[in-house]
């Protein structure tokens, strides 16, 4: 899971920004999305769904399945901010709308960061789920392009 934390400073002071940013620390965006990853787990676990992590092999995060019911498979964000916005790749929009209806989104958000011996450590939050999840066109806006500079001759 790529994840990608609210614009604050380390004390939590906010920048307006209402959605995820760019976490300032490589610790402080592993913290989060580890603890991230087992609350989500922990919801659907908990309704009885046996969870797998695919993140590290898969464009969405968790595969759940549970008897007499289709695989879901949840994209997985976490955020120290509200969630207004969350970030989402191309292939994680396309994998969405191919899955459709057996999809979610799970977005944690609030997650509170402590400093212990100047490392963070992420708790709680709160978790919404939508699921089936439907990208609505209206709801994504594109925050960059890839662009490919023509060559000249002699380059």
């Known amino acids: 899971m790529v994840i990608e ?7 939590g002071r906010e920048t307006g920004s209402g959605g995820q940013g760019y976490a300032r620390s490589r610790a402080l965006r592993v913290a989060v999305e580890l603890h991230t990853m087992k ?4 919801h659907y676990e908990e309704a009885g769904w046996e969870v797998t992590d ?3 092999r898969e464009s969405w995060d968790l595969v ?8 879901i498979h949840v994209e997985v964000k976490g955020t120290i901010s509200d969630g207004e916005k969350v970030f989402l790749t191309r292939n994680e929009v396309e994998h969405a709308r191919q899955r459709y209806p057996h999809v979610a989104l799970a977005v944690v958000t609030r997650i509170n960061i402590t400093w212990v011996e100047e490392r963070p450590v992420a708790s709680g939050g709160s978790l919404r789920v939508r699921s089936p999840w439907v990208v609505e066109d209206a709801a994504l806006s594109p ?3 890839e662009y490919r500079p023509p060559v000249s001759p002699g380059d």
Do not use: M, Q
Request: aromatic share 8%; net charge negative.
């Open 5 to 11: 934390l609210a614009l604050e400073d380390i004390e």
């Open 39 to 42: 609350f989500v787990t922990h």
């Open 54 to 56: 695919v993140s590290a």
């Open 143 to 145: 925050i960059a392009y």
């Open 64 to 71: 759940c399945t549970r008897v007499g019911e289709p695989e």
